[in-house]
C-alpha cells in the first residue's frame, strides 16, 4: 500500500491501460472510470481491474483523478460530471492540450489541475517499468501539496526523470514534434524513400531493409549514443551522405515549413483544424497506407526481421 489518496484512473485507452498496469505493480489503490455501457468494460474486468461508472454518485468519494480519455472529451467528460466532485479535487493530465485549448482549467477553477505527461508511447511506458528503464515526464502542480501528490504517482508510474513545464509549453511541444518529425517526418520520408528505390529496380527487400527495418537502429543509436557520437560512428560514406541530405532537404524551405508549422500552433490556428471527424481522417490514411507495398512487405517479414 502507499500514502496517495485513492485514485480514479478515467478511460482505458492504450496510455491508461499501461498506467494501469504500473499502479497495479506499484500496489497503488485505483479504480478506473468509465462511461455507462463503455466497450472497454469486458477489457477491464479481463485484466482484473475494478471500475466504477462515470455520471454517478460514487465519484464523491474519490478526489485524485488520472484523466486519460481523448482530449477532445475531457470538456465534455467535466461538464457531464463536476457536480460530482469534491471541492479542491486533484485531476492530472497525460497532455496539455484539453487545457491549452479549452481552458478547463479557468473553467472549472475550483479544482487543481496538473500535468504528468510522460514522453514515451503506452507500449514504452509499461516497458520502462517492467525492465526498470527510464522515462522522462514533463510535469506542473497549482500549489505544492499537488506537487508532492504528483512526484509520489510518478514513482509509482515509473516515471524516472521530471522536469517542470506548464500546460501550454508542453502542449505547444508535443504537437509540433509530431508535425515536424515523429508522424510526419519520419513515416512519410521513410515511405517516399522506399518507393523511389523501388521505382528505380531495387528489390522490395533491399528497399525494405535500407529505407524502414534500419529506422530502429539509427534512432536508438542516435538517442542512446547522443549526436557527438553518433556522428563520430557513422561510416565515412554516411556522414558525407548526411551532409549532403541535409543540404538538399533542409535547407531554407524547411526552416521556413518549421516556422510555420510552430506559428499555427501558438496562434492556435491547429485547434481549428483539430475540429474534424478524427475518424474519418484515420480511416483515410489507413486505406492509404494499406495500399502501399511498403505496409504489405512489412506483414510479409515481419515474423523474419522483426522481433
Known amino acids: 500500500m502507499t ?10 485507452g492504450s496510455q491508461a491501460r499501461a498506467w494501469a498496469l504500473n499502479l497495479r505493480d506499484s ?13 472497454s468494460i469486458k477489457k477491464v474486468q479481463d485484466l482484473g481491474f475494478e471500475y466504477v461508472e462515470l455520471e454517478n454518485k460514487i465519484l464523491q468519494n474519490y478526489s485524485t483523478f488520472l484523466i486519460l480519455i481523448p482530449d477532445g472529451e475531457q470538456l465534455s467528460f467535466f461538464e457531464k460530471n463536476h457536480f460530482y466532485f469534491q471541492p479542491k479535487s486533484h485531476f492530472v493530465y497525460a497532455h496539455g492540450f484539453s487545457i491549452s485549448k479549452e481552458g478547463i482549467d479557468k473553467i472549472y477553477s475550483q479544482f487543481s489541475h496538473s500535468l504528468l505527461a510522460p514522453k514515451a508511447i503506452a507500449s514504452d511506458v509499461r516497458f520502462q517499468f517492467e525492465t526498470k528503464g527510464k522515462i ?26 521530471l522536469f517542470k513545464s506548464h500546460f501550454d509549453e508542453e502542449c505547444m511541444a508535443d504537437l509540433f ?3 515536424s518529425l515523429l508522424c510526419s517526418l519520419i513515416p512519410y520520408g521513410s515511405l517516399k524513400s522506399y518507393n523511389l528505390l523501388r521505382k528505380n529496380g531495387v528489390s522490395a527487400e533491399i528497399a525494405f531493409m535500407e529505407c524502414f527495418l534500419e ?9 542512446n549514443l547522443g549526436p557527438l557520437a553518433f556522428f563520430n560512428l557513422i561510416s565515412p560514406n554516411a556522414l558525407i551522405g548526411s551532409q549532403k541530405g541535409r543540404q538538399l532537404l533542409t535547407g531554407d524551405h524547411f526552416d521556413e515549413a518549421l516556422e510555420q508549422l510552430l506559428v499555427e500552433i501558438k496562434n492556435k490556428q491547429f485547434y481549428k483544424e483539430v475540429e474534424i471527424d478524427a ?9 492509404e497506407w494499406g ?13 523474419e526481421l522483426i522481433v
Open 3 to 12: 500514502d496517495l489518496k485513492p485514485i480514479i484512473l478515467v478511460g482505458f
Open 291 to 303: 495500399a502501399e507495398e511498403l505496409s504489405l512487405l512489412y506483414n510479409k517479414l515481419k515474423p
Open 279 to 287: 475518424d474519418a481522417l484515420r480511416q483515410k490514411v489507413l486505406e
Open 215 to 223: 529506422l530502429k537502429s539509427i534512432t536508438q543509436a542516435f538517442v
Open 136 to 161: 522522462g515526464a514533463a510535469f506542473y502542480a497549482q500549489n505544492s501539496v499537488n506537487e508532492i501528490e504528483l512526484k509520489k504517482l510518478a514513482t509509482h508510474l515509473g516515471f524516472t526523470s
Open 177 to 179: 514534434s509530431e508535425q
Open 27 to 39: 500496489k497503488v489503490p485505483f479504480k478506473i472510470a468509465l462511461k455507462p455501457k463503455s466497450q
